[in-house]
């Protein structure tokens, strides 16, 4: 049986890089989201949207294998009443825009990701809060750009110099505040004990790994650190990690909460690097062998995987979070249940993201367009897509005003609330998206995107009609280039700069 052991922090373990990719595009159309929500004396009441429409892409298979219907352009549907909902939200781990079947791969087959997007609402044009994993987690946790704190600084987190305050409020911490129990399941990556755990960040309760990256069956990291906790505790369980905190989460959905709602991250390590799938016990051991003999890039397995292995485990990561929405479903409150799923960055190297440029890592939209999807049976209307641009932060405050909780007013937000469009029918007022990272900036304004690359042009982009930037309108559009980089500029001045 797994056993919890006295804690012992392990060195620094996690890094998340990549390389290029590509996307595809599919036009799909969105459903209606849910109306009024009647919530607690704290919170406010919320309600649907509106929006446009688009076609299934040909041949998408449901989960049965028949032909998929046809999505909806968003629209809010009519008010319905509701109480403040638990929250699941879902993060893949380096998974590219077009990884599922639902968003245009041509050979991953994701049944239970395809039947979440047909009952909710699926997101085209929606982004990570940056290229790599911890950066992204930051600006989840926070719901604010990754440099407004020093942690977010690191791109990823790598060692145990960096982390997020504990004294920074969390989606976690301003939720619990608002009476939700709140738990952290699987990876974190923000950074080490013993200074930054979840624990420390208003996280009840978690269970997972430290660090960016560690070998599914031994649970070492990239510096031979071992990385499964439960608390601030070692926990020893050496079967397949996908397994486990798909067991963990189920076991958690399925809890009686007492009467409180809560809040569940649930951030799945599949399908990053090493490529390893359940049973491959002989890859694990060569590659425990090589972290043992002191290979530091054992865990980056460059020599390893495959499209097929791939495949193996993005359809591995599909059955668990099946299994852990069948257990939400039994638990009979799937219904009041807003469950979000999205991946933390763009794909790496096995991914399929055509038609879109750029890869994780990268400030091109392969390397920060992701798949999103948003369900909410008591309050969403199904079968819907979205083309409304959206990232990680907007999720951040979208969560706190459905639950009824209000952000820090010393911490403010840098996403904005969805709930007004998706409950309310609101329009969503057009405002910029902004990212950087070391050596590249990035702004979207409606369907125009600012870009400057590792080479330092400045370059500008139409993605409505161009969505692989490879048309630079830079010379021909040089007063918008202006103003864009203007804005970007702006921003940036008030981030905290990079150290030396």
């Known amino acids: 049986m797994p056993r919890a052991v006295p804690r012992r922090p392990g060195p620094a373990g996690g890094l998340c890089l990549g390389v290029p990719v590509t996307s595809y595009e599919p036009n799909l159309s969105r459903r209606a989201f849910g109306g009024a929500v009647g919530v607690s004396a704290a919170a406010a009441a919320v309600g649907l949207g509106a929006s446009p429409a688009a076609a299934a892409p040909a041949g998408a298979a449901s989960a049965d294998g028949q032909n998929a219907p046809q ?149 070492l990291g990239l510096g031979g650190e071992y990385d499964l906790y439960e608390g601030d505790a070692e926990y020893k369980d050496l079967r397949y990690y996908t397994r486990i905190i798909t067991e963990r989460a189920s076991e958690y959905v399925s809890r009686d909460h007492h009467g409180k709602p809560w809040l569940l991250n649930l951030n799945f390590t599949t399908p990053h690097w090493p490529w390893i799938a ?149 329009k969503l007022a057009e405002r910029d998206l902004f990212w950087r990272v070391r050596g590249e900036r990035a702004l979207r304004r409606g369907d125009w995107k600012y870009y400057r690359g590792k080479a330092g042009k400045d370059q500008l982009f139409h993605l409505a009609g161009d969505v692989r930037e490879q048309a630079d309108k830079a010379a021909v559009e040089p007063d918008r280039l202006s103003r864009l980089r203007a804005a970007w500029e702006k921003v940036d001045a008030g981030l905290l700069p990079y150290p030396a």
């Open 71 to 219: 999505e909806r352009e968003f629209r809010a549907g009519r008010h319905r009443p509701s109480r403040r909902p638990n929250i699941l939200f879902i993060l893949g781990d380096d998974l590219g825009w077009a990884d599922l079947s639902s968003y245009g791969s041509p050979h991953i087959k994701t049944p239970n990701l395809d039947r979440l997007a047909r009952q909710g609402v699926r997101f085209t044009d929606a982004y990570s809060g940056s290229a790599t994993c911890s950066p992204t987690r930051f600006s989840l946790y926070t719901g604010r750009y990754p440099a407004r704190t020093k942690g977010g600084l690191a791109e990823p987190i790598a060692d145990k110099s960096a982390g997020l305050d504990p004294t920074h409020p969390t989606l976690a911490s301003l939720l619990k505040s608002a009476g939700y129990s709140t738990a952290l399941i699987g990876k974190w990556h923000a950074g080490y004990l013993p200074d930054y755990s979840p624990t420390k960040s208003g996280w009840d309760e978690f269970f997972g790994n430290f660090g960016g990256a560690l070998e599914y069956y031994s649970k």
């Open 278 to 426: 359940d049973g491959d016990t002989e890859q694990s051991a060569e590659i425990v062998r090589r972290i043992k003999a002191g290979d530091g890039r054992a865990l980056w397995h460059q020599d390893g995987g495959s499209v097929e292995k791939y495949k193996e485990m993005v359809e591995d990561l599909d059955r668990s979070i099946g299994k852990v929405l069948e257990a939400l479903k039994r638990s009979g409150q799937e219904q009041d249940t807003l469950v979000v799923f999205s991946s933390d960055n763009g794909g790496e190297r096995f991914s399929y993201n055509w038609p879109l440029s750029g890869n994780k890592a990268s400030l091109q939209e392969g390397g920060i367009r992701v798949p999103n999807i948003a369900r909410w049976p008591a309050r969403l209307d199904g079968g819907q897509v979205s083309r409304v641009p959206v990232f990680s932060p907007d999720w951040t405050a979208t969560l706190l005003e459905v639950a009824g909780a209000r952000p820090h007013p010393a911490y403010p937000l840098d996403g904005v609330s969805l709930a007004g469009y998706l409950l309310r029918g609101e």
